[in-house]
């Protein structure tokens, strides 16, 4: 089963609602669903909250070490309660995914990810990840200024919805039921737009024939 449940993000009011935050965004969501508070645990450098389940402790944490510095954080706490790396889930931005989708995958690279990048250093990569989309500048270089700065309005709304969908299959991370929870997660897609409303047609307006131009004089004969 998930024993740790990790959201990624950075600390400060000015990153709260950043695309690089989207990861505590999910953790503060699954924290409602168990009716816990993160509180601030110092000997793990974050917030987090512990919560029994079948008879095993599940902890939440929300690392405060700035994104860079995440693994930090995970590997202090997973390592006191000897935690497996098979037994995390990360909760984070992806780039790659469109706002509105999210996708659970275990192990692989952190694709340049800094968060991902220090866990890696201290975990390895063989734990979960919850890949929240939250889109791509198009550009590499604008890749930095796009994770700090808010979502518009529209695609906050999407990676919210997404966020609300993926927490559907939190009985089955916490039971263990990995491959139940991908397909939960997996098949939940946001709804399809709704099509344009169609208008009664109107009758055309009738083509009115141009008046008759009066006849030309006939012109006198010649002397």
């Known amino acids: 089963m998930i024993k740790l449940f990790v ?10 609602a950043t695309r690089h935050n989207a990861g505590f965004w999910w953790l503060d969501e ?3 669903m168990l009716k816990v508070n993160l509180v601030p645990e110092k000997s793990y450098w974050g917030l987090a909250a ?22 930090k954080s995970v590997g ?10 098979e037994e995390i889930l990360v909760a984070h931005d992806e780039l790659d995914i469109e706002p509105g989708q999210v996708k659970l995958k275990k192990g692989g690279s952190h694709a340049g990810h800094n968060g991902l990048r220090d866990i890696h250093a201290q975990m390895g990569p063989d734990y979960w990840r919850l890949r929240i989309g939250v889109g ?13 700065k ?10 919210e919805e997404s966020i609300a969908r993926s927490i559907q299959a939190l009985p089955q991370l916490l039971a263990g039921e990995m491959e139940k929870a991908m397909v939960q997660i997996h098949t939940s897609k946001p ?8 208008h009664p047609a109107t009758s055309p307006a009738p083509v009115l024939a141009p008046a008759p131009t009066a ?3 006939p012109e006198p004969p010649m002397p």
Not at 7 to 16: D, F, S, V
Not at 136 to 148: A, C, D, I, Q, T
Not at 150 to 159: G, T, Y
Request: proline content about 15%; cysteine-free.
């Open 30 to 32: 699954v924290a409602r």
């Open 136 to 148: 791509h500048p198009g550009e590499k270089s604008e890749v930095v200024n796009w994770v700090l």
């Open 150 to 159: 808010k979502p518009s309005p529209d695609q906050r709304q999407a990676i």
């Open 76 to 85: 202090a706490l997973a390592k006191f309660f000897k935690i497996k790396p």
């Open 50 to 71: 512990r919560i029994p389940v079948d008879g095993q402790t599940v902890w939440l944490l929300a690392p405060q070490t700035f994104m860079n510095l995440s693994g």
């Open 215 to 217: 006849a030309p004089a």
């Open 7 to 16: 959201g990624l993000g950075n600390p400060g009011a000015e990153y709260e």
């Open 191 to 198: 709804p399809r737009p709704k099509p344009p409303r169609q």
